[in-house]
């Protein structure tokens, strides 16, 4: 079975936990190809300070990394309030 979804930073500078997935190794993230400014992801302390334009790791719109383990382990912040970063995951 495969999962997918978007993860929204509604307000800029705010970081956002990532969705409970269930993910047996990893899950590839993207950058949605209609942001307009780049998506941050990262650790984060527990309400998520620790992602920012200087700590994360950066997604230009259209660019994706693999993450190791469940995507709530990390947190996701955007330089533009509404940017997405889409998700997904396959599952047995």
Wanted: proline content about 7%.
């Amino acid at each position: 079975m495969v999962l997918s979804g978007q993860i929204t930073v509604t307000t800029a500078g705010t970081a956002v936990r990532g969705t409970a997935t269930p993910v047996l190794l990893a899950v590839r993230v993207a950058a949605h190809p209609a942001n307009t400014g780049v998506i941050w992801v990262g650790d984060g302390d527990p309400v998520g300070n620790g992602v920012t334009s200087t700590t994360g790791f950066p997604l230009n719109p259209g660019t994706s990394i693999e993450l190791p383990g469940n995507l709530n382990q990390y947190w996701f912040d955007a330089a533009v309030s509404g940017e997405k970063a889409c998700w997904i995951v396959a599952t047995k």
